[in-house]
């Protein structure tokens, strides 16, 4: 968002009383992220955010744990499980796209609130289901819901400081990432519960859809009820008061298409996330029918590759900035290149343990770590790539994750073309080969993998040449501006200049609005 | 460095462990005798309905067979015919009987005592599918040394119920209907407020 530019250096602001519990700079975004709080509008906004989006992930992942079951009431074969998981995450590609720009127009509240509560009737539907056709169309409807990935990153960006903004958007979206990984625990869980009350298994894993549909319908109402999209006010405040500039699609559009590094991190994202989706979809039919466990012990297995977000992509988003103040954005890229290689080798690895349940599992965990790690390292450089188009590049990268979702099921994991452990092997070998882009990522200002920056190049220039003449004279850059001197740790330990702290603000300016 | 050692290690442990995977007493359907004859009362092709109609399935030691000594139960099973099997991983045939999907549900499993039948009821968790019987000679310690099923060309249809009720489908009626008028709600108030 861009605000005009504040007035000068000297001129004091009557004084106020603190309107946040939470310390704020002087854009009124949070300078420190307190986990445990629910501080309006700053904690609050994370937690909700978080967890709506965490039901969207149950919805979305709640037909593969119960799949030993619903394959059997609706006589499906392996092509229509394929189709389905493909349809599943495929929705959320053009509805991505489509967030980034509802969040740039309505804010991140009502476009999130929005997409959550159109898709719950998929959710409820998905109960009174009776033919693979049907099975298919509910798995694409509710996988729509997962567009409110790029919500939450927009609003976690408009909510934090620079400083504190890899962390918030890190742990959002991994603790939202969870979901897929706790449904597989939840549904046979809720199954058993309602058997046990008297269901035939038939009409059980109808009644277990309930859960996350409620889940989901309160979760929106609570962000609708209690959310708000800036720390100032929701939008329609600030746009009544001028406060903010409404940039046009055109240009947002031009700006993110033409940047080559946009199209590099959504091929990437597409194997690191993008490979998490097809695992959530296919990993409890494989440990059920590869190792014989029973519904329980593989859906608590294919949780635990879902859990694993809780720390391993907020961890990675970590290790992204602690590469990033060792060695800019050079040590960035060579983290994410190298966690997600890693990531890949090891997926080879599961492909070929089969022979051993024990092997299985514990490479799939150290998997799990590895391919979330890089999704939070992703996200570590997708906001230096552009300032103009940064909802729209991170639309771009997360859609670009569910293409990657959607390749991989389709060539590996339907029908009965290959067996489950060869499509993973396979898909280990075409994790590597699609991170080796990565190595073509250069920023003039601040380098890439094998060659340092140019010099005299500097990050004013860069962000600025989004911006026409005319536009930077009307002050349309200048937040991206603030951005580009604060973003001068990118260019690695040598260039970060020793007396500008980024925790201190300057008088005559403020941490970049994101 | 350490801690990347340490994960190297643990790993190549759990590989070894896992490769020293235990072996069992297995059977092999290709091995077995063909001892018993099975035959089911539905006529070939006919639709039963799940948990209402019935089937008796009765077996006999075939005539031409050896000594019996070893049979010490009967276990007589369900199993989906080739066209129920098709594209579906899950029920494929193995010839080593422990990793065997074909006949996964249990129509009854009693003492031997030469010849014998069982009527039963096709229960409401059977699927929908193409189905025909075999029945397996177990030995004392369960492991089975003989089978016999229906002949080659029966089989019979279960169709099973959906597990749609009434009640399932209102309450997806309600609870959509709810999440659509809660977003119809709060969007007029935020008009309202828009234009106040």
Known sequence: ?514 | MARQAMVMALLVVVLAAGCCAPAGAAAYLSKLPVTLEVTASPTSGEVLHGGEDEITVTWSLNATAGDDKEYKKVKVSLCYAPVSQKEREWRKTHDDLKKDKTCQFKVTEQAYAGAGNVTYRVALDIPTATYYVRAYALDASGTQVAYGQTATNYSFNVVSITGVTTSIKVAAGVFSAFSIASLAFFFFIEKRKKNN
């Open chain 1, 1 to 514: 968002m861009e605000r005009q530019s504040k007035p000068a250096a000297m001129e004091v602001e009557p004084a106020s009383k603190p309107k946040f519990r939470i310390p704020v700079d002087s854009d009124n975004q949070a300078t420190e992220f307190w986990l445990f709080s629910f501080a309006r509008p700053h904690m609050s906004a994370f937690h909700l955010s978080w967890f709506s989006f965490f039901c969207c992930f149950v919805s979305t992942f709640a037909a593969p744990p119960l799949l030993p079951l619903i394959r059997d009431t609706l006589g499906l074969t392996a092509k229509d499980i394929g189709n389905a998981g493909i349809a599943s995450v495929s929705g959320a590609v053009f509805a991505r796209l489509a967030m980034g720009t509802a969040c740039d127009l309505a804010g991140p509240r009502l476009a999130s609130a929005a997409i959550i509560l159109l898709t719950t009737p998929a959710v409820y539907c998905s109960a009174i289901i009776n033919t693979p056709t049907s099975f298919l169309l509910v798995r694409f409807f509710t996988g729509f819901s997962l567009a409110s990935f790029v919500s939450t990153q927009f609003w976690m960006s408009s909510m934090f400081s620079p400083p504190k903004v890899g962390l918030a958007n890190g742990v959002a979206g991994g603790w939202g990432n969870l979901g897929g990984g706790a449904v597989q625990l939840l549904m046979p869980v809720v199954f058993s519960a309602v058997k046990k009350m008297g269901s035939t298994p038939f009409t059980a894993w109808r009644i277990a859809f309930f859960i996350p549909g409620v889940m989901q319908t309160f979760s929106a109402i609570a962000v609708l009820a209690f959310g708000q999209d800036m720390p100032d006010g929701n939008y329609r405040k600030l746009h009544k008061t001028g406060d903010m500039h409404k940039d046009s699609f055109a240009n947002v559009l031009r700006h993110a298409v033409t940047n080559y590094r946009a199209w590099i991190l959504a091929l990437t994202y597409g194997y690191c996330f993008g490979v998490e989706l097809a695992v959530d979809n296919i990993v409890a039919q494989y440990f059920y029918d590869r190792f014989d466990v029973n519904l329980h012990t593989a859906g608590l297995i294919a949780a635990s590759f879902g859990m694993a977000n809780i720390i391993s992509r907020p961890g990675g988003g970590l290790m992204s900035d602690w590469l990033s103040s060792r060695f800019g954005m050079r040590g960035r890229l060579w983290g994410l290149w190298t966690v997600q290689t890693i990531g890949g080798v090891l997926c080879v690895v599961l492909g070929v343990v089969d022979y051993s349940f024990a092997a299985s599992v514990a490479v799939m965990v150290l998997f799990s770590f590895f391919v979330q790690a890089a999704c939070g390292l992703t996200f570590g450089i997708v906001p230096f790539v552009s300032r103009r188009s940064l909802g729209l590049i991170s639309g771009m990268t997360g859609g670009g994750g569910n293409v990657g979702a959607v390749l991989t099921q389709v060539i590996f994991f339907r029908g009965s073309k290959y067996k489950t452990e060869t499509g993973i092997l396979y898909m280990g070998i075409m994790i590597i080969a699609c991170t080796l882009p990565l190595t073509l990522i250069y920023f003039p200002q601040w380098g890439g993998m094998f060659t340092g920056p140019r010099p005299g190049a500097t990050a004013e220039e860069y962000y600025s040449l989004e911006w026409t003449e005319q536009e930077r004279e009307k002050g349309y850059n200048v937040s991206a501006a603030r951005f580009a001197e604060n973003s001068v740790r990118e260019g690695g330990p040598k260039s970060a200049s020793g007396s500008r702290s980024r925790h201190t603000v300057p008088v005559d300016g403020s941490p970049a609005d994101v």
